[in-house]
């Protein structure tokens, strides 16, 4: 009897590493299930799965991708368990919102540590007995924030795109020996990262970046209501995982396909204002010396205030509901 392929996944505990590691069980692959809390992630990843708990098909390993110790113990422990494996899947992630001015530096090393720094470092211990194998695939989580600098995400925006630009180094260097890289980039899902629970929030609504925050606030509430079941995803982790060539790179979702495609066609000016249009900020030079630009729809009250008669006008206005006050926090 064949032994079924093995295959490591970060940040299995929840989202769309969860939804994997089930899918893949499911497919009947291997799966170790790397996390931070095993004794809180593997119950539930096992019930998810239909997993007993002596099922060697579905492991955990600990894993903190901010820690130099805690991942040459989880290389080591993978392959006393599975030897080489022939996946490894770097899904881990955190999210924060915050203008470069407002975010932390601290925040800036834990993105780098558990997008960048910690994966190399996990692909540094196992890529010896991968390479040794002869065969394999490593498959990179990354985003359409990592396709673009994104304003207002930038320390998550420069993390997925230096993932990306190690895939693509990666790639070349490890071909000859029968390795290939997949880069996944996601659209909009239903999972913990695009909710305030888990984002590291670092944005001032008092400060002179607060119209922006407002804006894109609203918009993003209004873009995740859109976002699609993590179950979703799990098809294209399948097909990284078969993919033959020594690189490639998959969008994972319409809005994540639209924007490769469109990153292609559109010149840098252009591909700059297309997110400054989306999110709703303002044009260069309308904030200059403390000015608060209108949004679209105070242009459109001005406009009417100046053909419609005013008791009209304050008839109109009092029969509006009042607005409530602003969420603080905004989605990603």
């Known amino acids: 009897m064949t032994e079924p392929r093995s295959v490591v996944i970060t940040g299995a505990s929840r989202g769309l590493g969860f939804a994997s590691a ?5 497919e009947g692959w291997r799966v170790v299930a790397a996390m931070r809390n095993l004794d809180r992630g593997m119950p539930l990843l096992r019930a998810a799965a239909g997993a007993d708990e002596d099922d060697d ?18 290389a080591k422990s993978i392959e006393e368990t599975v030897g080489a494996p022939y996946g490894l899947i770097h899904n881990a992630g955190i999210s924060a919102a915050g203008m470069v001015e407002e975010a932390d530096l601290d925040l800036w090393q834990r993105m780098f540590s558990t997008h960048v720094m910690g994966p190399v470092a996990l692909t540094k211990e196992l890529l010896p007995s991968m390479r040794a194998a ?52 996601s659209g909009t899902y239903d999972t913990d990262i695009i909710t305030d629970a888990g984002t590291t929030d670092d944005r001032n609504f008092n400060g002179p970046y607060a119209r922006i925050h407002h804006t894109m606030n609203s918009r993003g509430r209004f873009a995740i209501r859109f976002a699609r079941s993590p179950e979703l995803f799990t098809g294209s982790v399948v097909k990284a995982l078969h993919d033959e060539g020594s690189f490639r790179r998959r969008g994972v979702g319409p809005d994540a396909s639209s924007l490769l495609i469109i990153n292609r066609l559109l010149p840098a000016s252009g591909m700059h204002h297309l997110p400054r249009l989306v999110m ?8 200059r010396g403390g000015a608060y630009p209108l949004t679209a729809s105070q242009k459109v009250m001005v406009a009417a205030a100046k053909v419609i008669p005013q008791p009209v006008l304050v008839r109109l206005m009092s029969l509006m509901p009042a607005k409530p006050e602003p969420d603080r926090s905004e989605a990603q």
């Open 280 to 287: 709703g900020i303002p044009k260069k030079g309308t904030m």
């Open 134 to 185: 002869g065969h394999g695939r490593i498959v990179m989580v990354s985003s359409t924030g990592g396709v673009r600098g994104m304003p207002g995400i930038a320390p998550y925006s420069a993390a997925k795109g230096a993932l990306d630009r190690w895939a693509e180094s990666l790639a070349g260097e490890i071909a000859p020996f029968g390795l290939g890289v997949t880069v996944l980039v």
């Open 22 to 26: 089930v899918r893949l069980y499911r």
């Open 57 to 74: 098909r579905l492991t955990g390993v600990q894993l903190d991708l901010t820690d130099t110790a805690s991942i040459t113990a989880a």
